[in-house]
């Protein structure tokens, strides 16, 4: 079937942010031919090209995007291949991630569990290496077939050819150069949940008393953790029109973090050097929170800017209240960014992709 290019097609309602302009050119494709004939289409009239999954992870500018959007959710297909104790599941760029982690969880697959409730398709997790609860998808992924538009080629990569580090990859550092298709990852048939993170180890302590969780209690404790912070998607929260969270968490070296740290104690925002969140980021480094330098700069959660506020549950999320534009959410997160830097002179990174825009 040909395909139906359209023109002027309004992409707020294609984001959880629900802003932004139009695109200039529209595309839905159902097929890994489809994509590479919309490339080709592109590529012909000299067209720019955004890849759009579900719209979770960007900030799409005023005037929208001048070149050609091709949205990726008809690529769909879910794979599941027993290896003997792993199953490689492999699943196609336009499926659900929550539903391919809800499918994992019931047939008593680990390695997904903690990711239950994020936003977005199974093709852009890759992109930032999506992570929460102490579980990333990298420690997963075995391989991601694509498209790679600088030799025209479907290429499959390995976890390694990704580069993934904290909420980055190579995808990210070079975006709209892969299309990715598919990805396979490999999960462990009846292995032990992931169960690291503090706030989730004494959620589930609370519930079970000291019984071993299953990968499905693992499930429903994340996503009520997650539905507490507004950070699954929910028609009925009025936090819900975001991105999740605004900016990544701050990774330093060991004597910025100290030097935070000692700073927070002399301005008397904690009595002790450990109530100030960090977290060990690799040899010399430290991660700190960006949520608690949001707060402890002064910038309350339910902070509101007309139309565009931060979320009343959770200081990372900057939200959109609805009858805003791109530009207020842009002139919010600056002030947050300013306000950080010049209490404790750390500068805060965007999460989402900006497209069309800037900070
Ligand atoms: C409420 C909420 C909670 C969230 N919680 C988390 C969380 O806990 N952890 C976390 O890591 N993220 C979180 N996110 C961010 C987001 O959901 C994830 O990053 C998600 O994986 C984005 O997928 P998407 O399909 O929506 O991507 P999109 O927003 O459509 O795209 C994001 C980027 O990926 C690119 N892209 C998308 N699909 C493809 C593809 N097939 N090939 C190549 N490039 C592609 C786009 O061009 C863009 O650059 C949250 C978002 C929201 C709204």
Not at 89 to 109: H, I, K, N, Q
Not at 195 to 220: K, T
Not at 237 to 263: H, K, Y
Request: contains cysteine.
């Amino acid at each position: 079937m040909a395909l139906d290019f359209r023109e002027q097609v309004p992409l707020a309602p294609l984001t959880t942010f629900e802003l932004g302009g139009p695109a200039r050119f529209f595309v839905s494709v159902a097929s890994e031919d489809e994509a590479q004939e919309a490339l080709a289409w592109a590529a012909d009239g000299g067209h720019r090209v955004l890849l759009l999954g579900g719209g979770s992870n960007m900030v799409i500018g005023d005037e929208g995007f001048d070149g050609l959007v091709i949205h990726l959710e008809g690529l769909r297909g879910v794979r599941f291949e027993d290896d003997g104790d792993s199953v490689e599941v492999t699943a196609a760029a336009g499926e659900p991630w929550d539903d391919l982690v809800a499918r994992a969880v019931d047939r008593d697959l680990a390695g997904l569990e903690c990711l239950s409730g994020i936003p977005g398709f199974v093709g852009g997790a890759p992109i930032q290496n999506i992570g929460a609860y102490g579980q990333d998808v990298s420690e997963t992924i075995v391989r991601v077939r694509a498209f790679d538009r600088k030799i025209a080629s479907i290429v499959d990569l390995t976890s390694e050819d990704c580069e993934f580090s904290y909420r980055a990859s190579a995808f990210k550092r070079e975006p709209d150069r892969h299309v990715v298709l598919s990805v396979s990852f490999r999960l462990e048939a009846g292995g032990a949940p992931a169960l690291r993170y503090g706030e989730l180890q004494r959620a589930l302590a609370a519930e079970s008393g000291g019984a071993a969780p299953s990968l499905r209690q693992i499930r429903d404790q994340v996503i009520a953790l997650r539905r507490a912070k507004s950070m699954v998607l929910d028609p009925d929260d009025d936090n819900r029109r975001s991105a999740g969270s605004f900016f990544t968490n701050p990774i330093v070296p060991d004597a910025e973090a100290d030097r935070v740290v000692s700073l927070a104690v002399a301005e008397g925002l904690v009595q002790e050097p450990g109530e100030v969140p960090r977290y060990p980021a690799g040899p010399g480094l430290s991660k700190l929170a960006a949520g608690w330098l949001i707060e402890r700069a002064g910038i309350a959660k339910g902070t509101r800017r007309g139309n565009v506020g931060i979320s009343t549950r959770h200081a990372l999320g900057l939200v959109h209240h609805g009858g805003a534009r791109t530009t207020d959410l842009l002139a919010l997160a600056r002030e947050v960014r300013r306000t950080v830097k010049d209490r404790f002179g750390i500068t805060l990174v965007p999460e989402p992709r900006l497209v069309n825009c800037a900070l």
